[in-house]
């Protein structure tokens, strides 16, 4: 019998959850094969049989959680599988003849089997293998308890419940005398205006990561506004040439990535990290783009972003969006980054304060463009200009409030004269 393991992932991340089998029991696979897909923090990873042969048996259930060099799956030879499955035919003869010399325990083999036959049945398809095993080791009969998985799997806390409950039964009445807010509570999720979902791994590394970059960083925001007249002159005159000869569309983003490796150079703190006590100054340009998918958000890296055109930076970006959306991004297009991106004016966004993507020590926050009236020179006139409020969140530990304001000040001057973010490019 092989084992198959959960592999070696990347230095970061030591478990997952499976996400799928791609396979089931008795299936015949080839070496290479996929046989189930396992969701970590960061992406999707595909599990391979490094064998050929039949599945055996699967030791985990989607959902579970799993680390690295844990068995999930055994496999056999073919032939070992057929001969197991021609074994019960070869021994049929012999349990015919013990009824003969017994009848009076014709009824046992008959009703016990099928009741735990179902029983069994039942186990595996609402119940994961820690939770089984649980029961076992308590005495628990899992059909008995209450679940609260939406997929109406049981699991380990279930059964832990299940078995206070039965070992204080003084406590369990009293809410049925003296009403309070679970017995209040039971009604709305009998009638369906409750549901409980389980949070994905991806999206509780999210929750997780932010709580802890609002409780180690010392986070503060600082905001400006673009006059965003100049570039967007120069996209409407140049996006036609631009989309002919490079196959991309130009963007606003290549404007905004070259804008902030600009300041980034004149404030290299904001390109650096906080390592113990010391200061880890990064004289490189990986700038990490936020991006929204169905799974949370994901912010892949475009790397040496200083030594792209504006054509290159727009290609990357283009790509490293496809393959989060398709979720096929890999470990290495998110592992990195000195510097983070993040653009919620694509969903309306017209004001906010983004969080810091740890372990960097700065974001900035891209917002929508509104069209509003601005004082454009020293005589008071009054134009209509299409607006954008940028925000910079930073960490106060290594940044000081000044550098940080001249930081977005440099943005702006950079994106409002293009001429001088193409000599800064």
Request: zero cysteines; aromatic letters at 4%; glycine letters at 8%.
């Amino acid at each position: 019998m092989i084992e198959i393991k959960v592999p070696e992932l990347a230095e970061s991340i030591t478990e997952g959850t499976i996400a799928e089998w791609t396979v089931k029991t008795g299936d015949a696979i080839e070496k290479g094969e996929t046989i189930a897909e396992l969701e970590t923090d960061k992406v999707n990873v595909e599990i391979k049989s490094d064998f050929s042969g039949v599945i055996q048996e699967l030791l985990a259930e989607p959902g579970d959680n799993v680390v690295v060099g844990q068995v999930i799956a055994k496999l056999g030879e073919e032939g070992a599988n057929a001969a197991s499955e021609a074994a019960p035919k070869e021994e049929a003869p012999k349990a015919e003849e013990a009824p003969k010399a017994e009848p009076a325990k014709e009824t046992a083999p008959t009703e016990a089997p099928a009741a735990e036959e179902k029983k069994a049945s039942k186990s595996r398809t609402v119940a994961s293998p820690a939770a089984r095993k649980k029961a076992r080791e308590l005495g628990i009969d899992l059909d008995e308890v209450s679940f609260r998985d939406p997929m109406g799997r049981v699991r380990v806390e279930d059964v832990e419940a299940h078995s206070l409950s039965k070992n204080t039964p003084k406590a369990a009445e009293k809410p049925a005398a003296t009403p309070s807010k679970p017995a209040a509570a039971a009604p709305a999720q009998e009638d369906g205006r409750v549901e409980r979902i389980k949070m994905s791994r991806r999206r509780q590394t999210i929750a997780k990561r932010l709580v802890e970059a609002q409780h180690t960083a010392a986070m503060l925001t600082t905001f400006n506004e673009v006059d965003m007249t100049a570039v967007m002159d120069v996209r409407n005159r140049r996006k036609d040439a631009f989309l002919k000869k490079n196959g991309v569309k130009l963007g606003f983003m290549s404007f905004f990535t070259k804008a902030v490796i600009g300041a980034l150079k004149s404030f290299p703190l904001l390109n650096a990290e906080i390592q113990g006590d010391e200061i880890l100054l990064k004289k490189f340009y990986d700038i990490g783009v936020a991006v929204s998918t169905d799974e949370g958000l994901v912010v892949p890296v475009v790397r040496d972003a200083d030594k792209l055109s504006f054509a290159g930076i727009e290609k990357e970006i283009g790509d490293l969006g496809k393959k989060a959306r398709d979720n096929s991004l890999g470990l290495k297009d998110l592992q990195g980054g000195t510097f983070t991106i993040t653009n919620g004016g694509i969903f309306g966004s017209l004001y906010s304060t983004p969080i810091l993507n740890t372990p960097q020590v700065g974001i900035l926050g891209m917002h929508t463009i509104q069209r509003r009236p601005v004082v454009v020179d020293s005589n008071d006139t009054v134009e209509v200009r299409p607006m954008m409020y940028i925000a910079l969140s930073y960490d106060h530990r290594i940044v000081d409030g000044k550098d940080a304001v001249q930081f977005l000040v440099r943005v702006k001057q950079l994106l409002e004269d293009p001429e001088d973010l193409l000599l800064e490019g």
